[in-house]
């Protein structure tokens, strides 16, 4: 079993800062790209930000510059600076990777989300 868990989301002022953070755990060999995506309500889910095992990252335009995704590869932790948060951020976001479970094929798994809410 695998489980990726999410958490620091919550309330913030527009211009704010918030840290997202996610943890896999389980009997995982490999883990190959990462991601943050999010859903606003009424919108279909999008990509924020990914990065790969070596590091490579790719943003959103609507996040570039302002998000920064990172990650642990020996603690199997993926993070996300979010930085001069605008209410248009506002939707739950969700930890998703390309993760190699022992005796099955490449597996895409995905966190529960956790809410943010940007006010204006």
């Known amino acids: 079993q695998v489980q990726l868990v999410e958490s620091g989301g919550g309330l913030v002022q527009a211009g704010g800062s918030l840290r997202l953070s996610c943890s896999a755990s389980g009997r995982i060999l490999r883990i190959n790209t990462m991601g943050w995506y999010r859903q606003a309500p009424g919108k279909q889910r999008e990509l924020v930000a990914s990065?790969?095992?070596?590091?490579?990252?790719q943003y959103a335009d609507s996040v570039k510059d302002r998000f920064t995704i990172a990650r642990d590869n020996a603690k199997k932790q993926l993070s996300l600076q979010m930085d001069s948060l605008e209410p248009e951020d506002t939707a739950v976001y969700y930890c998703?990777?390309?993760?190699?479970?022992?005796?099955?094929?490449?597996?895409?798994?995905w966190g529960q989300g956790t809410q943010v809410t940007v006010s204006s």
């Open positions: 998703n990777a390309m993760i190699l479970v022992s005796l099955l094929p490449w597996n895409n798994f």
């Open positions: 990065i790969t095992s070596d590091g490579t990252t």
